[in-house]
């Protein structure tokens, strides 16, 4: 898949698509090089956004967008839930339950094909929600976090991952330098054609993001579907974004 202007027009007209077509390629390495390219600080993250969930004990949890599975394993390791695994992508989901089997946690986890903005499930079904790199993959991010607080009981907490812009400017200037620069050849360099499209396309998009939605716009979305309490954490001096809070009860 090369980015072309063709194909970024493809990313804003019909962004679900667009992503499926660019991870297609990736799931058997993707834990992997994620880890080696964010210089360790990805699962770091998710393991951020994991506790905010499982420290609530909660016994049914939804994982949005859990890709190959790396937040799913993590919860089930961290707690005694049963979880419930959604993405796009079958080959990623493919290859999680591969992981998940090899680990022994196959049994207390379900892995379904679907959509963040339109998912398949009652209101209130899940006690806690975990999503993860979603937001830019969507054409209306406030709908979607709506659609992600009706599927949680009153009360349960939601924690959702992104990447994000840092806000002070020795660490932007640090930050765009590797994310326009380096991280295409480096993704090139250990994992080909599919990686370098990859990076070649994540720096802007991620700039594009938050120029459409700052943070403050997020957290006030986050608010306004019925989710309170809601805190963000910065991490990596600015390049990972963790937010969380709880379904309000009203």
């Avoid at 406030?142 to 959702?160: M, N, Y």
């Avoid at 660490?171 to 326009?180: D, G, K, M, P």
Wanted: hydrophobic fraction near 45%; glycine fraction near 8%.
């Amino acid at each position: 898949m090369n980015l072309t202007s063709r194909s970024i027009r493809h990313y804003r007209e019909a962004p679900n698509a667009f992503a499926r077509d660019l991870f297609a390629p990736l799931p058997a390495r993707y834990d992997a090089l994620a880890a080696l390219l964010s210089f360790g600080q990805d699962p770091r993250w998710r393991s951020a956004m994991v506790d905010r969930v499982a420290s609530a004990q909660p016994g049914l949890v939804l994982d949005v967008a859990c890709g190959p599975g790396a937040v799913t394993r993590l919860l089930a390791q961290r707690s005694q839930a049963r979880i419930v695994g959604i993405d796009l992508s079958e080959p990623m989901l493919r290859r999680g339950e591969a992981a998940l089997s090899s680990a022994g946690l196959a049994g207390r986890v379900a892995l379904v094909v679907g959509r963040g903005e339109q998912l398949p499930f009652p209101d209130a079904s899940f006690d806690a929600l975990t999503v993860t790199y979603l937001l830019r993959y969507v054409k209306d991010p406030a709908a979607t976090l709506a659609e992600l607080a009706r599927v949680v009981k009153p009360g349960g907490p939601i924690a959702s991952l992104e990447f994000a812009v840092p806000t002070r400017r020795p660490w932007r200037v640090a930050w765009w330098f590797y994310t326009r620069a380096v991280l295409p050849v480096a993704g090139y360099v250990v994992g080909g054609r599919a990686w370098w499209n990859v990076g070649r396309f994540l720096g802007p998009s991620i700039s594009a993001h938050y120029r459409s939605y700052p943070v403050a716009w997020t957290l006030q979305a986050w608010r306004s579907a019925g989710i309170e309490r809601v805190e963000a954490r910065p991490m990596s001096l600015g390049g990972g974004l963790v937010i969380a809070g709880y379904r309000s009860a009203r």
